[in-house]
Each structure stands twice: as structure tokens, then as C-alpha cells.
């Protein structure tokens, strides 16, 4: 028998980020049931960090994590966590109401966003067919994200104060004991204070296994791939490039393209796989904007984005029972919201105040906490 003040399931960005800031107060196990930690979701991202991307709370906890990655711990990384990239939305006369949308937020959380001609996009992004596009909105702030660097940072610092990590470990059961948990996994047997839900995709099912009601949590198929840019194209200084309803987005990555079809299909949790017609639909809405044919596809695959109903995270205790801590729903933002939302879940489990900085910034406890869908 294990005992630990704290069991997290799930060793993906959330889970590790949990466990990293729990580490120094308390006993950390954390337990991801795949060979290897950041298999799903974190293994498959677009690695942007752009503080302008996703809802209100979203931006405020991204704005948050942005000085960890700017300048992480002594010993953190070996490489810097973020590089210079730039996210640059583009759209039509008929979608001027998005831009619209997109100054607000912009104004709403004080971040820069420049307005662009065609002529200006085109001079950033010179393959943008003319006539494509009639503007442009880039946000300056975007950033490349080291997600592996930033994963193993993580589970490095959490190590060194003590936290175990055990992969090939599926949860099997999770039953109350007094006042903590006894959790069952594939070889191991946990005596644990607090449980921490850091499952992605596999959250409700998680939650079933404690005879938890599921919050609704929903996982999306989102689907990518790498092709070939033009020779000669000098893609390193290239934004990455999103349309306006978000429908497809492409950007540099090691020497190629990275696309995407941008969809949000409805999934079981499962190790999702790309489909062809997802990928030819995407090359098909890509090649509309750009000048040049994508004629060789070289890798492709699918992750899973879980979202909550509302669309916001879920991140605190489990109002029926307790001692069960979802962490979850954190959809396509878990890698740029890894820092503060793990700061965010080590405070309301140590029963210590929200972090200034995210208090500042006018988050509050109650816009994470999974009482908002049980009403």
C-alpha cells in the first residue's frame, strides 16, 4: 500500500503541472495509465501560447502563465520555453463582425492587436493568394512553446521534492476510506487524502469510477498534419495563420507546414486517429487562401480537446463527496494555461487563497469550480 496526501490521475500538462506545485507541500503520486506521460492531448498539440485565444477566463489564466514561461525556475528547462511566432487571424468583408469580437477582448484584457490590410498580410504571409482576404488581425504576442521542454520541467521539479510518478498505471477503481480514497490501479494499491482528476478526455469516466455524476464534459477530435512549403519560402518569420471562423490554420514548424482542419467532432475518449477526408478538407479550405498546391502530406494525426458545457475549465472540489478534485475540461489551453492553472489547483487543495496574480487579473474560485454545472 501507497500512501500519499495526494493522488493525480493523469500525467499529461495538467496533471504534471498539479503535482509540480503540490510537490513542496505535500506527498505527490501521480499516476498516468499510458507507457509514457504526455501521450494524448499534450503530445499533440499546436504549441502556441497566444494570450488572445479562447474565452475571457482563458485569457486572464494564459496572461498569468506567461511570466513563468517568459522566465521559468532556475534549473526549470535547459531551452527556452517560448520563441518569438506571432498569431495572425485573417478574414473577409463578411466577417468583419469577428474582427469586431476580436478588438473587444483585446481591449478587455489590454493586449495589442494590430488591424492589417491585404497588402500588410500578404507582406507578412506573401503566400496568401490576392483577393483571398480583406484583413487581418495579428496579435504580436503569440509565442512558439517548447511543450515537451515544459512537460519535463514539470515532472523534473515535482520529482525532485519527492512526487512519484508511475505510468502503465490505469485506474481501476477509486473508493472512499474514512476520510481519503483507496485507488486501484493496473499494479498498484494508493491510500490517498485528496484525488486529483487530471484525466483529459477520460474525466467523467474517471469520475464514474467514484460513483460521480459526469459533468458533461465532452472531448473533440481535432485533426493535423505536416506538408511541404514552397522552396525557398522562408517561413521562419511567418505568424501562424488562422481564418476568421476557424475553420483551418497553418503554421511553421521544424522546417515544414503545420495544418490543421480546426474541427471540434464529438469523440468517445479513445487514442484518436486522423481521418483521410478530415485531412483532405482541410488542404482543400487551406489551398483557398494560399498560392501554391499542398501536394505531399507528410504526417498526420488527431488529439482530443475535452470542453465543459460553458466552455471554461473545471478546476475544484467535487461538491457531493470529498476529497475529489476535478481538473479538467481545459479544451485546446492546457499547454499556455499549464502554470497558472496548476498554481490555481495546488491553492484551493492546500485550502490556501487564490494566487494574487490571478486574483488580479479578476479571476475568482467560483468561475472554475464544477458547482457552476450542477445547478
Given at each position: 500500500?501507497?500512501?500519499?496526501?495526494?493522488?493525480?490521475?493523469?500525467?499529461?500538462?495538467?496533471?504534471?503541472?498539479?503535482?509540480?506545485?503540490?510537490?513542496?507541500?505535500?506527498?505527490?503520486?501521480?499516476?498516468?495509465?499510458?507507457?509514457?506521460?504526455?501521450?494524448?492531448?499534450?503530445?499533440?498539440?499546436?504549441?502556441?501560447?497566444?494570450?488572445?485565444?479562447?474565452?475571457?477566463?482563458?485569457?486572464?489564466l494564459t496572461a498569468?502563465?506567461?511570466?513563468?514561461?517568459?522566465?521559468?525556475?532556475?534549473?526549470?528547462?535547459?531551452?527556452?520555453?517560448?520563441?518569438?511566432?506571432?498569431?495572425?487571424?485573417?478574414?473577409?468583408?463578411?466577417?468583419?463582425?469577428?474582427?469586431?469580437?476580436?478588438?473587444?477582448?483585446?481591449?478587455?484584457?489590454?493586449?495589442?492587436?494590430?488591424?492589417?490590410?491585404?497588402?500588410?498580410?500578404?507582406?507578412?504571409?506573401?503566400?496568401?493568394?490576392?483577393?483571398?482576404?480583406?484583413?487581418?488581425?495579428?496579435?504580436?504576442?503569440?509565442?512558439?512553446?517548447?511543450?515537451?521542454?515544459?512537460?519535463?520541467?514539470?515532472?523534473?521539479?515535482?520529482?525532485?521534492?519527492?512526487?512519484?510518478?508511475?505510468?502503465?498505471?490505469?485506474?481501476?477503481?477509486?473508493?472512499?476510506?474514512?476520510?481519503?480514497?483507496l485507488v486501484h490501479?493496473?499494479?498498484?494499491?494508493?491510500?490517498?487524502?485528496?484525488?486529483?482528476?487530471?484525466?483529459?478526455?477520460?474525466?467523467?469516466?474517471?469520475?464514474?469510477?467514484?460513483?460521480?455524476?459526469?459533468?458533461?464534459?465532452?472531448?473533440?477530435?481535432?485533426?493535423?498534419?505536416?506538408?511541404?512549403?514552397?522552396?525557398?519560402?522562408?517561413?521562419?518569420?511567418?505568424?501562424?495563420?488562422?481564418?476568421?471562423?476557424?475553420?483551418?490554420?497553418?503554421?511553421?514548424?521544424?522546417?515544414?507546414?503545420?495544418?490543421?482542419?480546426?474541427?471540434?467532432?464529438?469523440?468517445?475518449?479513445?487514442?484518436?486517429?486522423?481521418?483521410?477526408?478530415?485531412?483532405?478538407?482541410?488542404?482543400?479550405?487551406?489551398?483557398?487562401?494560399?498560392?501554391?498546391?499542398?501536394?505531399?502530406?507528410?504526417?498526420?494525426?488527431?488529439?482530443?480537446?475535452?470542453?465543459?458545457?460553458?466552455?471554461?475549465?473545471?478546476?475544484?472540489?467535487?461538491?457531493?463527496?470529498p476529497g475529489f478534485?476535478?481538473?479538467?475540461?481545459?479544451?485546446?489551453?492546457?499547454?499556455?494555461?499549464?502554470?497558472?492553472?496548476?498554481?490555481?489547483?495546488?491553492?484551493?487543495?492546500?485550502?490556501?487563497?487564490?494566487?494574487?496574480?490571478?486574483?488580479?487579473?479578476?479571476?475568482?474560485?467560483?468561475?472554475?469550480?464544477?458547482?457552476?454545472?450542477?445547478?
Amino acid at each position: 500500500m501507497i500512501e500519499v496526501d495526494v493522488c493525480v490521475i493523469g500525467g499529461g500538462m495538467a496533471g504534471a503541472s498539479v503535482a509540480y506545485h503540490l510537490a513542496q507541500n505535500a506527498r505527490v503520486l501521480l499516476l498516468e495509465r499510458e507507457p509514457h506521460v504526455g501521450y494524448h492531448s499534450t503530445g499533440r498539440s499546436a504549441a502556441l501560447y497566444s494570450p488572445q485565444y479562447g474565452s475571457l477566463a482563458i485569457r486572464r489564466l494564459t496572461a498569468a502563465t506567461g511570466p513563468f514561461l517568459r522566465d521559468p525556475p532556475p534549473g526549470f528547462a535547459s531551452t527556452a520555453l517560448l520563441t518569438p511566432r506571432g498569431f495572425l487571424t485573417i478574414g473577409t468583408r463578411d466577417e468583419l463582425e469577428s474582427l469586431a469580437s476580436l478588438e473587444s477582448l483585446a481591449r478587455a484584457t489590454s493586449s495589442p492587436l494590430e488591424r492589417l490590410t491585404e497588402a500588410e498580410v500578404r507582406a507578412l504571409v506573401p503566400v496568401i493568394r490576392t483577393g483571398a482576404i480583406d484583413w487581418g488581425a495579428l496579435d504580436p504576442g503569440a509565442m512558439d512553446m517548447d511543450v515537451d521542454a515544459l512537460l519535463q520541467g514539470f515532472l523534473r521539479g515535482a520529482r525532485a521534492h519527492g512526487t512519484q510518478v508511475a505510468t502503465g498505471e490505469e485506474v481501476m477503481s477509486l473508493e472512499r476510506d474514512g476520510a481519503g480514497w483507496l485507488v486501484h490501479s493496473s499494479t498498484l494499491k494508493i491510500r490517498a487524502g485528496i484525488v486529483v482528476n487530471a484525466s483529459g478526455a477520460w474525466a467523467d469516466p474517471t469520475a464514474a469510477l467514484a460513483d460521480i455524476a459526469p459533468l458533461g464534459l465532452v472531448p473533440y477530435r481535432r485533426t493535423a498534419f505536416n506538408f511541404d512549403a514552397p522552396q525557398h519560402a522562408n517561413t521562419s518569420t511567418w505568424p501562424m495563420v488562422i481564418d476568421a471562423g476557424e475553420r483551418f490554420y497553418f503554421k511553421a514548424d521544424a522546417g515544414r507546414l503545420l495544418g490543421s482542419l480546426a474541427e471540434e467532432e464529438p469523440s468517445r475518449p479513445c487514442d484518436a486517429q486522423p481521418e483521410d477526408l478530415d485531412v483532405a478538407i482541410a488542404v482543400d479550405r487551406i489551398e483557398q487562401v494560399i498560392d501554391f498546391p499542398i501536394q505531399r502530406i507528410v504526417r498526420a494525426w488527431t488529439g482530443l480537446r475535452t470542453f465543459a458545457p460553458d466552455r471554461d475549465p473545471v478546476s475544484g472540489f467535487e461538491p457531493s463527496i470529498p476529497g475529489f478534485y476535478w481538473h479538467a475540461a481545459i479544451g485546446g489551453y492546457g499547454i499556455q494555461t499549464s502554470a497558472a492553472l496548476g498554481e490555481f489547483a495546488a491553492a484551493r487543495i492546500l485550502g490556501r487563497p487564490l494566487p494574487a496574480p490571478l486574483a488580479e487579473l479578476g479571476l475568482s474560485n467560483a468561475d472554475l469550480d464544477p458547482a457552476r454545472l450542477r445547478a
